[in-house]
T-cell receptor, first 115, second 114 residues
Framework: GAGVSQSPSNKVTEKGKDVELRCDPI?????LYWYRQSLGQGLEFLIY????????KSGLPSDRFSAERTGGSVSTLTIQRTQQEDSAVYLC?????????????FGPGTRLTVL | AQSVTQPDIHITVSEGASLELRCNYS??????LFWYVQSPGQGLQLLLK??????LVQGIKGFEAEFKRSQSSFNLRKPSVHWSDAAEYFC????????????FGTGTRLKVLA
């Protein structure tokens, strides 16, 4: 079956612009995660969705970042008024049911470059 | 607070040589432990995971890892490296309660010499 897909694969934007990054999880997976991978850094957790529960937004670095998940499937990460420090690879992952022993399956990521 | 340390940023080995990638974690109890591999242009792929039980865990592609509670370590090993193993390797910790997020190390980039 298809894995996690993300679009676009690359995004170049100007400082101050808004961007939207999309994630399509594996069909049937109820849990969805967003991470950020900056150059020379590990992956940094951003947000977690599980079914209809309130999302865990504890990793969002500022109020310029937001995410939603429509219909329990597709998710969009929005960054408003982008800054150069937002340049990174944004990775999405999904898992079957969100229990702690579930494997998180990762997409290929969206590389965001803010000029 | 939880943390993961991968002390080696880069490692170079010859093809056919053995490999050990180090991972140390800080957590109040025994966490869930994972190793992922990221090949160029690819997403992260799970190599293996440890939850409980046998401390030596077998994974895909001939990798294994050993959990050592006394050392708070979860080192990844492979007896004979192949050129296709060149990639970046990430160790991650998952909490056994509370948050569902993983904490990742900063990664070790493996180069394989022919």
């Amino acid at each position: 079956g298809a894995g996690v897909s993300q679009s676009p694969s690359n995004k170049v934007t100007e400082k101050g612009k808004d961007v939207e990054l999309r994630c399509d999880p594996i069909s049937g997976h109820t849990a969805l995660y967003w991470y950020r991978q900056s150059l020379g850094q590990g992956l940094e957790f951003l947000i977690y969705f599980q079914g209809n529960s309130a999302p865990d937004k504890s990793g969002l670095p500022s109020d310029r970042f937001s995410a939603e998940r429509t219909g329990g499937s597709v998710s969009t990460l929005t960054i408003q008024r982008t800054q150069q420090e937002d340049s990174a690879v944004y990775l999405c992952a999904s898992s079957t049911s969100g229990i702690r022993t579930d494997t998180q399956y990762f997409g290929p990521g969206t590389r965001l470059t803010v000029l | 607070a939880q943390s993961v340390t991968q002390p080696d940023i880069h490692i170079t080995v010859s093809e056919g040589a053995s490999l050990e990638l180090r991972c140390n974690y800080s957590y109040g109890a025994t966490p869930y432990l994972f190793w992922y591999v990221q090949s160029p242009g690819q997403g992260l792929q799970l190599l293996l995971k440890y939850f409980s039980g046998d401390t030596l865990v077998q994974g895909i592609k001939g990798f294994e890892a050993e959990f050592k509670r006394s050392q708070s370590s979860f080192n990844l090993r492979k007896p004979s490296v192949h050129w296709s193993d060149a990639a970046e390797y990430f160790c991650a910790v998952g909490a056994t309660s509370g948050t569902y997020k993983y904490i990742f190390g900063t990664g070790t980039r493996l180069k394989v010499l022919a």
